[in-house]
């Protein structure tokens, strides 16, 4: 299964500026390899192994983002009805114990447990997907269920 292709504008300017620092950082490890390789030896010279596996580690990320950013959508409108989680929202939740929660409904590429940013394909946020304040939800997770209110949605 693919990931859903939308992210919104901070997203892609983040992806952006990852792009842009991925290839100054490899100008920096090509010159360092380079060098590496010039000691002699490449067999036993740790220096050099290093900076392969980091350049392989760079070149990786970079293909990946190649591919990935031009299929992606960017999404940087809020819908007509606000009322309504959509793509985008952050939405308040109360949780069984009494506590409250609040997520960011956002592409898979920007998913980020400590800003609360979940991915629009995970189950808690598939099941907040045009749902309103005051609805509740059910969610299976591997102990169990986990049920949620919300009280709020914004963009």
């Known amino acids: 299964m693919s990931s859903s292709p939308y992210i919104t504008t901070q997203g892609m300017t983040c992806l952006n500026q990852e792009l ?6 490899r100008r920096e490890v090509v010159k ?4 590496a390789a010039a000691e002699g030896d490449r067999s036993e010279n740790a220096e050099y192994i290093y900076r392969k596996k980091e350049l392989r580690e760079i070149d990786r990320r970079i293909r990946y983002l190649q591919k990935r950013m031009p299929d992606l959508r960017v999404i940087s409108e809020s819908p007509d009805d ?3 989680v959509f793509f985008a929202a952050w939405v308040k939740l109360r949780t069984e114990q009494g506590g409250d929660v609040e997520y960011r409904i956002v592409g898979p590429d920007e998913i980020d447990q400590q800003k609360g940013n979940i991915s629009l394909d995970s189950p808690l946020a598939i099941a907040l997907l045009s749902k309103q304040v005051t609805d509740e939800i059910t969610i299976q997770v ?4 986990k049920n949620y ?3 709020a949605i914004r963009y």
Request: aromatic share 4%; net charge positive.
């Open 20 to 25: 842009e620092a991925r290839w100054k950082r």
């Open 32 to 35: 360092a390899l380079s060098a």
């Open 82 to 84: 606000i009322d309504t």
């Open 142 to 145: 591997q102990n169990g269920r």
């Open 149 to 151: 209110v919300i009280l």
